[in-house]
C-alpha cells in the first residue's frame, strides 16, 4: 500500500506528539507513526523545569496539567559519606506569568494530554519504520519515501524522526550511535493508597559514586531513582522483584530508611533500568541534523543523561520551535519552492546549540554529582571537592535560570490561512 502525506512524524513520544500539536496549532496536520500498539510511557514519571512548561502554554495544555501538580519548591541534598546536607532553592518557581515551577508529572498524563488535543486518526500505531531513502520526482521536485514493518509505504514532504535515542531517523542522517556514560538509573514510582505524609519536594542522596532522589508527584505517589556507576552481575533489569532487592541490599544499600521505605512502596509494573546514553556534543554541533525535508527532534536528536532532567523539557522546546520555523516559512511558499527546506535549516540553527550546551551540561553535572565515579583517584576527588565546594552552592543555582530559558523564545505565531 502507498500512502502520500505532507508532514510525517516518526515517534509518538514526548516530542513526536508535541511536535504534531505543535503544528496542529500552526495550522499543518501531521501523521504520527508509532511502532507500539498503544502509548506507552516507560520510567512512570518526570520533572519538568519552567521552560517545558512555557512550551505547553505555547501548546495550549499547560493548565490541563498544572492543576494536578504542585510546584517543587526546594531541593535536599544530603552527603551520606561526610553528613553535609545543601538545601537548594528553586528560585522563582512561582506560577505567575513570568515562571512556571518545577513539577514531577506522570509521563502517561504528560503524553495523553498532548494525544487528546490530536485529530483521531492523528496517530497510526502499529507503523514501525524499517527503512528511509529520498527519492527525485519527474518534476524534480525531492520526497522521502518510508517503508514500514507492515508493508505500507510512505511518501511524505517533510519527515520529523522522534523515535528516541535508538533514532533510524538519525542513523539515515549520518548521526553519530549515542555514547554510554558508564552509569545506569533504575527509577520506580511508590503509591500510598493511604497518602505518604511526606513535605512536598526533592531529597537527594550522594554516597560513593551513586546518587539517588525521592520526588514527591502528589500526596500518595513519589517518583524515585538511582544512578549508579556499578554494573548489575546478572541480568535481573526486567525482574521487579530482583531489581528491587538489588536498590536495597545493593545500590542503596545503607542509604537512610526514609528512602529505603520509598523504594520498599513500590508499583513494580513501574520500575524500570537503563543505561545512561547520550550522544556526543561536537556531533550534534557539527553533525548532519537535517537533510532535504529530513530531521530529528527530542532524543532522536540531543539524548542525553537525565543529570539536569532536560531531555523531556528540551523535546517540548524543539516541537514549539520546529513548528514556528515552518509556519513563518510556509508564508514564502507561493514564491520559494525551498520553503521547507528552509524551515528545517532555520529550525536546526536555532537548536543546534543550546542542545549541544544542555548534552554536555547534563553529562558534567552527571560526572560531578556522583563524584566522578566515587573513586580515590585524583580526578575523582577533586569532582567531589569541586561538587561540595562549588556545583551546588554557586554553580547550580546560577545556571538554572539559563537552562530554564526565556519564555518569550517559546511563542507559536498565527496559524496558516
Ligand atoms: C533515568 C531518566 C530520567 C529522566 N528524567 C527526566 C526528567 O526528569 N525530565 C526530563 O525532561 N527528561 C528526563 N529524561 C529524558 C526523557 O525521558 C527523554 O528525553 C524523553 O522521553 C524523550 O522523548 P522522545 O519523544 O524524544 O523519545 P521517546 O520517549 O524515546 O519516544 C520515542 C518514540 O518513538 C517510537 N519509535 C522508536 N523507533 C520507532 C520506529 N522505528 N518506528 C516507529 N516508532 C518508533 C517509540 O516507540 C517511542 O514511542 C530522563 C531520562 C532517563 C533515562
Same mark, same amino acid.
Given at each position: 500500500m502507498m500512502i502520500q502525506e505532507e508532514i510525517v512524524i516518526v515517534g509518538g513520544g514526548i516530542a513526536g506528539l508535541a511536535t504534531a500539536l505543535a503544528l496542529k496549532r500552526v495550522g499543518f496536520q501531521a501523521r504520527v507513526l508509532e511502532r507500539n500498539t498503544e502509548l506507552r510511557a516507560g520510567g512512570s514519571a518526570l520533572t519538568l523545569a519552567p521552560n517545558a512548561w512555557f512550551a505547553l502554554r505555547a501548546l495550549g495544555i499547560d493548565d490541563k496539567l498544572k492543576p494536578l501538580y504542585q510546584p517543587i519548591q526546594e531541593s535536599l541534598v544530603t552527603n551520606?559519606? +561526610?553528613?553535609a546536607i545543601q538545601e537548594a532553592k528553586f528560585a522563582?518557581?512561582?506560577?505567575n506569568s513570568e515562571n512556571a515551577g518545577v513539577r514531577s508529572v506522570h509521563r502517561k498524563a504528560l503524553l495523553e494530554a498532548l494525544a487528546?488535543?490530536?485529530? *483521531?486518526? /492523528?496517530i497510526r500505531f502499529s507503523s514501525k519504520l524499517i527503512s528511509i531513502k529520498s527519492e527525485t520526482l519527474q518534476d524534480s521536485s525531492k520526497v522521502t519515501v518510508l517503508h514500514l514493518e507492515d508493508g505500507t509505504v510512505i511518501q511524505a514532504k517533510v519527515v520529523i524522526g522522534?523515535?528516541? #535515542?535508538? +533514532?533510524a531517523v538519525a542513523q539515515w542522517l549520518g548521526l553519530s550511535q549515542p555514547l554510554n556514560s558508564g552509569r545506569w538509573a533504575v527509577r520506580g514510582l511508590a503509591v500510598y493508597p493511604e497518602g505518604h505524609g511526606l513535605d512536598h519536594g526533592v531529597k537527594q542522596y550522594l554516597s560513593g559514586g551513586t546518587r539517588a532522589g525521592a520526588l514527591t508527584i502528589n500526596s500518595k505517589e513519589i517518583y524515585w531513582f538511582v544512578v549508579t556507576y556499578s554494573s548489575l552481575e !546478572?541480568?535481573?533489569?526486567?525482574n521487579p522483584e530482583l531489581l528491587l532487592e538489588e536498590v536495597s541490599k545493593?545500590? /542503596?544499600?545503607?542509604? *537512610?530508611s526514609e528512602f529505603l521505605n520509598v523504594v520498599k512502596h513500590t508499583? !513494580? +509494573?513501574s520500575l524500570s533500568w537503563v543505561p545512561l546514553l547520550f550522544r556526543a556534543p561536537w556531533n550534534i554541533a557539527?553533525?548532519? #541534523?537535517?537533510s532535504g525535508g529530513v530531521t530529528v527532534a527530542g532524543d532522536a536528536m540531543h539524548p542525553m543523561t537525565p543529570d539536569l532532567g532536560q531531555g523531556g523539557c528540551s523535546a517540548l522546546e524543539d516541537a514549539v520551535i520546529l513548528a514556528r520555523c515552518i509556519s513563518q516559512a510556509h508564508l514564502t511558499a507561493a514564491t520559494d519552492r525551498h520553503w521547507l527546506e528552509k524551515a528545517l535549516k532555520r529550525y536546526v540553527e536555532a537548536r543546534r546549540w543550546r542542545v549541544t550546551w544542555l548534552v554536555a551540561g547534563a553529562w558534567f553535572a552527571g560526572w560531578v554529582q556522583q563524584g566522578g565515579?566515587?573513586?580515590?583517584?585524583w580526578w575523582s576527588v577533586l569532582a567531589r571537592w569541586f561538587r561540595d565546594r562549588?556545583?551546588?552552592?554557586f554553580i547550580l543555582p546560577r545556571t538554572r535560570n539559563l537552562i530554564w530559558?526565556? +519564555?518569550?523564545?517559546?511563542i507559536l505565531s498565527d496559524k496558516r490561512d
Amino acid at each position: 500500500m502507498m500512502i502520500q502525506e505532507e508532514i510525517v512524524i516518526v515517534g509518538g513520544g514526548i516530542a513526536g506528539l508535541a511536535t504534531a500539536l505543535a503544528l496542529k496549532r500552526v495550522g499543518f496536520q501531521a501523521r504520527v507513526l508509532e511502532r507500539n500498539t498503544e502509548l506507552r510511557a516507560g520510567g512512570s514519571a518526570l520533572t519538568l523545569a519552567p521552560n517545558a512548561w512555557f512550551a505547553l502554554r505555547a501548546l495550549g495544555i499547560d493548565d490541563k496539567l498544572k492543576p494536578l501538580y504542585q510546584p517543587i519548591q526546594e531541593s535536599l541534598v544530603t552527603n551520606l559519606d +561526610s553528613g553535609a546536607i545543601q538545601e537548594a532553592k528553586f528560585a522563582g518557581t512561582q506560577d505567575n506569568s513570568e515562571n512556571a515551577g518545577v513539577r514531577s508529572v506522570h509521563r502517561k498524563a504528560l503524553l495523553e494530554a498532548l494525544a487528546e488535543e490530536l485529530p *483521531p486518526d /492523528a496517530i497510526r500505531f502499529s507503523s514501525k519504520l524499517i527503512s528511509i531513502k529520498s527519492e527525485t520526482l519527474q518534476d524534480s521536485s525531492k520526497v522521502t519515501v518510508l517503508h514500514l514493518e507492515d508493508g505500507t509505504v510512505i511518501q511524505a514532504k517533510v519527515v520529523i524522526g522522534c523515535d528516541g #535515542v535508538h +533514532s533510524a531517523v538519525a542513523q539515515w542522517l549520518g548521526l553519530s550511535q549515542p555514547l554510554n556514560s558508564g552509569r545506569w538509573a533504575v527509577r520506580g514510582l511508590a503509591v500510598y493508597p493511604e497518602g505518604h505524609g511526606l513535605d512536598h519536594g526533592v531529597k537527594q542522596y550522594l554516597s560513593g559514586g551513586t546518587r539517588a532522589g525521592a520526588l514527591t508527584i502528589n500526596s500518595k505517589e513519589i517518583y524515585w531513582f538511582v544512578v549508579t556507576y556499578s554494573s548489575l552481575e !546478572r541480568d535481573i533489569s526486567t525482574n521487579p522483584e530482583l531489581l528491587l532487592e538489588e536498590v536495597s541490599k545493593n545500590l /542503596a544499600k545503607g542509604f *537512610p530508611s526514609e528512602f529505603l521505605n520509598v523504594v520498599k512502596h513500590t508499583d !513494580r +509494573s513501574s520500575l524500570s533500568w537503563v543505561p545512561l546514553l547520550f550522544r556526543a556534543p561536537w556531533n550534534i554541533a557539527f553533525g548532519n #541534523v537535517y537533510s532535504g525535508g529530513v530531521t530529528v527532534a527530542g532524543d532522536a536528536m540531543h539524548p542525553m543523561t537525565p543529570d539536569l532532567g532536560q531531555g523531556g523539557c528540551s523535546a517540548l522546546e524543539d516541537a514549539v520551535i520546529l513548528a514556528r520555523c515552518i509556519s513563518q516559512a510556509h508564508l514564502t511558499a507561493a514564491t520559494d519552492r525551498h520553503w521547507l527546506e528552509k524551515a528545517l535549516k532555520r529550525y536546526v540553527e536555532a537548536r543546534r546549540w543550546r542542545v549541544t550546551w544542555l548534552v554536555a551540561g547534563a553529562w558534567f553535572a552527571g560526572w560531578v554529582q556522583q563524584g566522578g565515579g566515587g573513586g580515590q583517584e585524583w580526578w575523582s576527588v577533586l569532582a567531589r571537592w569541586f561538587r561540595d565546594r562549588f556545583y551546588y552552592p554557586f554553580i547550580l543555582p546560577r545556571t538554572r535560570n539559563l537552562i530554564w530559558c526565556d +519564555s518569550g523564545d517559546l511563542i507559536l505565531s498565527d496559524k496558516r490561512d
